[in-house]
């Protein structure tokens, strides 16, 4: 049984809050000048705080756009502990997925930053930069977590195949779901991804 997160208290909602308006005041610049054109001091001018608070959340301003990818992170990576000690198959491994992409699509604007990044980084090279080198960083623990819930003692062939699965899944899955948004169409991004789990069975015939 679970144990039920306590609520924030009010220090660490307002912290939150200015992560999250940080994150979005980023988003915004960089859509509308390019992130090479934007500066640390722009974006902690046009979120009313110093570049020293900025510092405190964020290293680089790339970094303050990828929040909603590190929470979605964050999010997996609880997750897929509670998984260990009960071996995960591919579909509890899914599940977990769409369970983070669930909880994420309730919290305010999470689901919508993460819409934003994925649009941003096809013209934006700063950015899809920062994203790909993100992605690296979180591979091999990504790698190991995936071990862990599916009883492996070691990050083995097996292990490495269902992880690049998994992840090759969720990429295509925001992606479709980014470019149909783009064309206007109310898209639900759960959806989206159980759509390409089930295309991933299709095609590989499981």
């Known amino acids: 049984m679970t144990t039920p997160t306590p609520h924030p208290d009010l220090r660490e909602r307002r912290r939150l809050a200015t992560r999250a308006e940080i994150e979005q005041v980023a988003l915004d610049l960089f859509a509308r000048h390019g992130s090479e054109r934007t500066t640390v001091d ?8 110093s570049p020293r608070t900025f510092f405190r959340y964020f290293a680089t301003k790339e970094d303050a756009a990828l929040g909603a ?3 979605f992170d964050a999010a997996l990576t609880e997750r897929l502990e509670e998984r260990v000690g009960s071996p995960a198959s591919l579909s509890d491994l899914e599940d977990c997925i769409a369970d983070v ?11 919508e930053r993460m819409l934003r990044v994925r649009c941003l980084v096809i013209e934006d090279a700063g950015l899809r930069g920062a994203l790909l080198r993100l992605d ?14 599916t009883g492996a003692a070691t990050v083995d062939l097996r ?29 639900d991004l759960v959806a989206t991804y159980r759509g390409t789990c089930r295309a991933l069975r299709d095609v590989t015939g499981g």
Do not use: H, M, P
């Open 69 to 71: 990818n590190r929470a």
């Open 159 to 187: 292990t490495r195949v269902l992880a690049e699965v998994l992840g090759a899944g969720l990429r295509a899955a925001l992606d479709d779901w980014a470019a149909r948004r783009e064309r206007g169409e109310d898209a």
């Open 42 to 49: 722009d974006i902690a001018a046009a979120a009313g705080v």
């Open 136 to 149: 690296a960083e979180q591979t091999a623990a990504f790698f190991a977590r995936v071990a862990a819930a």
């Open 101 to 111: 992409l669930t909880t994420l699509s309730a919290a305010a604007g999470a689901i």
